[in-house]
Structures are given as C-alpha cells and as structure tokens.
C-alpha cells in the first residue's frame, strides 16, 4: 500500500475531524504557515489522548514515550502526522526540539499533580504563535496573549467556571498584528464569543468568524446581561 502524500489538504483536514473550531480558525491563517500550526494542534490532540484515554499512568507514560521516540528518530515514519512533522522539519519550518518539548509538557502532567490540561496546552498556544511569524521566533508579548488563549479554550472546554479571557487590549494587540497572527485574533474572538453565548455548538461559526474578520461586531470582554 503506497503512502499518503504529505500536502497543506492533509493537515487540515486531518485537524478538522478532531478540532473543528481551530480548524475554521486556521482558514484565515497564511498558505504557508497554515499546514504547519493544524499539525502542532493535531499533535497536541493526540498527546491529550495518550493521557487521556488510558486508564493506568504507565500505560499514559508509555504512549507519550512512543510520540518522543517517534519525533525524534531520523527514520521515515509509516504515521501520516509524524510524516508530516518530518516534512516541516525536513522543510526547516520546525525544529525537532519543539515537538520535543511539546511532548514534554504533557508528559510533566504525569509526574506533576500541580499541573492541569492548560498547562501542556498553554505550549502548544505559544508554539503556534511564534511558528506563524515570519522569522519563526515569534514577538513574545504575542506569545504569551496565545498562552492567555489557549488556557481560555481548555477551561471553556473543561466547563470550568473560573476562566480568563482574553482581554480587549490583547485583541487589538493581535488585531494590529497583522495577516501572521489573523487565526490567532480570530480565535480569542471565539474565547470571549463562548463565555458571552454559554454556546457548545454554533451552525454560524463560520459566518461569525468572517464577520469578525471584517470588524463586524467583534466579542467583548464582558457577558451578556
């Protein structure tokens, strides 16, 4: 049976069957740099899986071990996503190191009760942010507003009551900063959008994500009255 070919329609794609949200985000993300981020989102979700689904620690430890070894073995994967990382990485769009320490963010969740989802998932905020600027190494104020996102979505998800969205400041920081980082504003848009609604499930995310685009009513802090 011959390989699936590596193209930008696989990772986003492949994206969209586990993170619809991140994935109509994405849209609105360069050509470029858009494969790249659906497949650090896509590997952090099987990472959470790896933790998630076993129902003993080791068997946790063993499957984040498996993801470390894969990652950063030389050799060509038969895994459509680490084929794809390899691709990046053989591409100098991705260092091996970051996938490294990407899996070790959730690997420190095992060993460290004081750290919970939006922890590991905070990483891969900051990683997808900085992949998406130009140079690679990314604005670190940018950064840290990702971390800020990325820790909104894991409570909103988890049903946590205690959550901090993305300030308005940090909209129009991401706002001003331009095409690189529109996914990025667009997606703390859709943080302050699910407090304000208390909506799981929205047929007009699509349309809402373009009307934030074009500056058309854009989420504030605050929730509806």
Not at 6 to 29: G, H, K, Y
Not at 108 to 123: E, K, Q, V
Not at 191 to 216: N, T, V, Y
Request: aromatic fraction near 6%; glycine fraction near 6%; charge should be neutral.
């Amino acid at each position: 049976m011959s390989r699936p070919a590596v193209t930008p329609e696989n990772s986003w794609q492949s994206l969209r069957q586990t993170d619809q949200e991140i994935a109509l985000c994405l849209l609105f993300a360069t050509a470029t740099n858009r494969p790249l981020i659906a497949d650090i989102f896509t590997l952090a979700h099987e990472l959470e899986n790896a933790i998630r689904i076993p129902s003993e620690m080791m068997l946790a430890a063993i499957r984040l071990q498996w993801w470390s070894d894969a990652l950063a073995s030389e050799e060509e994967s038969n895994v459509p996503l680490v084929q794809r990382l390899q691709h990046h990485v053989a591409a100098k769009h991705l260092r091996q190191s970051d996938m490294i320490a990407l899996v070790e963010g959730w690997q420190n969740r095992l060993t460290d009760d004081s750290l919970d989802a939006s922890s590991s998932w905070g990483i891969c905020w900051q990683l997808a942010a900085r992949l998406s600027h130009k140079n690679g190494q990314g604005d670190t104020d940018i950064n840290d507003i990702a971390r800020v996102i990325g820790k909104a979505f894991v409570a909103i998800r988890s049903g946590s009551q205690s959550v901090t969205p993305p300030s308005m400041q940090m909209l129009q920081r991401l706002k001003g900063g331009g095409v690189e980082h529109r996914w990025l504003y667009l997606a703390g848009c859709l943080a302050c959008h699910r407090l304000q609604s208390g909506q799981r499930e929205d047929p007009l995310l699509a349309w809402r994500l373009l009307g934030w685009r074009f500056g058309i009513k854009p989420p504030g802090q605050s929730p509806k009255p």
